[in-house]
């Protein structure tokens, strides 16, 4: 006997047609992708040497985010990953289990990765000239021509990981430290938090 395991409402949920749970369940289909294999959009930021330098990492303490410099560490558990990925809906944004419908909050980030989520938001308009803060906040030159590194306010993840793909020297004053804090945050905030499926993501400046 032949169970369907679609949804009973399809009303709703009007993409199970190309949900990758039909490949698994449509005898006609194709055959299942098998176990993902989640990957960094920028491999080299996580394949890279652990950061290490106590001056960078005593402001990612100072700010909170000891958790979140933890992360590319933990060993991911795949097969855990792509169950989930079958139950996830995007009509929805819920994971749809046997018990009811499920879904990431920001409680569970904060959990989870031990990020601070208290304060108040910084918004507002800045007429910062933005290669100006590059400069002075991350100590990357933009170069003349092309703009391959910045759109708007908003800077390449690779940028960032260039710049920190070499130690910080042992001389460094305290305007290099920070510097080099700030790019190491950034490409863990940009790869980890603010992921996306587009290539060359960048992350907010501002």
């Not at 960032?160 to 945050?185: G, K, T």
Request: charged fraction near 20%.
């Amino acid at each position: 006997m032949t169970i369907d395991p679609g949804p009973i409402d399809r009303s709703v949920l009007t993409e199970q047609v190309k949900h990758r749970s039909e490949l698994l369940w449509n005898p006609g289909g194709q055959d299942p992708l098998g176990t993902l294999d989640c990957r960094s959009l920028h491999e080299e930021l996580r394949l890279r040497d652990p950061m290490v330098d106590d001056r960078v990492l005593a402001i990612v303490r100072l700010l909170g985010l000891e958790g979140l410099h933890l992360v590319p560490s933990i060993q991911l558990d795949h097969a855990l990953i792509t169950s989930f990925v079958e139950r996830w809906r995007p009509e929805t944004h819920t994971f749809h289990l046997p018990h009811g419908e499920m879904t990431i909050t920001l409680q569970d980030v904060e959990v989870i990765m031990g990020l601070p989520i208290e304060g108040e938001a910084m918004v507002g308009p800045s007429k910062r000239i933005w290669e100006d803060v590059c400069a002075e906040m991350l100590g990357i030159q933009i170069p003349n021509g092309p703009q391959t590194v910045l759109k708007g306010q908003r800077i390449l993840i690779p940028a960032l990981v260039e710049r920190i793909r070499q130690p910080l020297p042992p001389n460094a004053n305290e305007i290099q430290v920070h510097q080099y804090a700030r790019c190491y945050i950034l490409a863990l905030l940009g790869d980890m938090v603010f992921g996306t499926t587009l290539p060359n993501s960048r992350v907010c400046l501002q």
